[in-house]
């Protein structure tokens, strides 16, 4: 079992950035591959982010490639989301996933975290 815990959401201004951080306990960390995906209300789940186990590779949606970085201290069992430019449409909840490898389908995924909802204002 691998126990996720997103933080670092919150409420912010059009323009400006966030920094999202999971943090992972259970089975060893650095043997997932990780992502971040996001659902606004009203609208399906989307993928945002995925990195490999070893964060050699990373992926992005094409909504936000340019403009979030996703990355992963293995030695801290933590992944990030740094989250710049940040427009209205990025308001969702953003969630922590962890799986066998990066993928963009959230059904690949074995492990979820509970959420941090990110606002922005325009």
């Known amino acids: 079992q691998v126990q996720l815990v997103e933080s670092g959401g919150g409420l912010v201004q059009a323009g400006g950035s966030l920094r999202l951080s999971c943090a992972a306990s259970g089975r060893t960390f650095s043997s997932y591959a990780m992502g971040w995906f996001r659902q606004a209300p009203g609208k399906e789940r989307e993928f945002v982010a995925a990195i490999s186990w070893i964060g050699g590779s990373t992926y992005y949606a094409d909504s936000v490639k340019g403009r979030f970085t996703i990355s992963r201290d293995n030695a801290k069992n933590t992944l990030y989301l740094q989250m710049n430019s940040l427009k209205p449409e990025d308001t969702a909840v953003y969630y922590c996933?962890?799986?066998?490898?990066?993928?963009?389908?959230?059904?690949?995924?074995?492990?979820w975290g509970q959420g941090t909802q990110v606002t922005v204002s325009s």
């Open positions: 996933v962890a799986g066998p490898v990066p993928l963009a389908r959230g059904d690949g995924y074995d492990y």
